[in-house]
């Protein structure tokens, strides 16, 4: 009866230890499902701004509007002349941009 408790108790405090481990791995692989790349050269203000984290519709409006007037972006950095994103903006988003057309 004592092994049976020991084990029981070594079992449980193992899930203990594990399952940070698993959740882990679990958000991991959402967010790399949830990261959708979003062409800023051809996409509008409110698809730039659905799949850009901490760009909302006025951001993104400015966006376009560069685009508009400077014409396609070249570079992803190129995007720090926009009005409103800064380096911690671009690092977020890096991954999540895509410069397809021009």
């Known amino acids: 009866m004592i092994k049976t408790s020991w084990f029981a ?14 959740l ?3 958000d991991s692989a959402a967010d790399a499902e949830e990261m959708v ?5 051809s996409a509008d ?17 400015e ?9 396609a972006f070249k570079a992803i950095d190129e995007l720090m002349e926009v009005k409103g994103i800064g380096p911690g903006t671009l690092e977020r988003n ?3 941009i895509a410069l397809e057309s021009e």
Do not use: C, H
């Not at 409110?46 to 006025?58: E, H, P, R, S, T």
């Not at 966006?63 to 014409?71: C, H, K, L, S, T």
């Open 9 to 22: 108790t070594v079992i449980f405090l193992f899930s203990l230890l594990a399952a940070p481990w698993s």
């Open 24 to 26: 882990a791995l679990q």
């Open 37 to 41: 790349q979003i062409d800023i050269n």
């Open 45 to 61: 203000a409110a698809a730039i701004a659905a799949a850009l984290d901490g760009v909302g519709l006025i951001k993104a409006q």
């Open 63 to 71: 966006i376009v509007a560069y685009r508009e007037m400077f014409g």
């Open 94 to 96: 890096r991954d999540r």
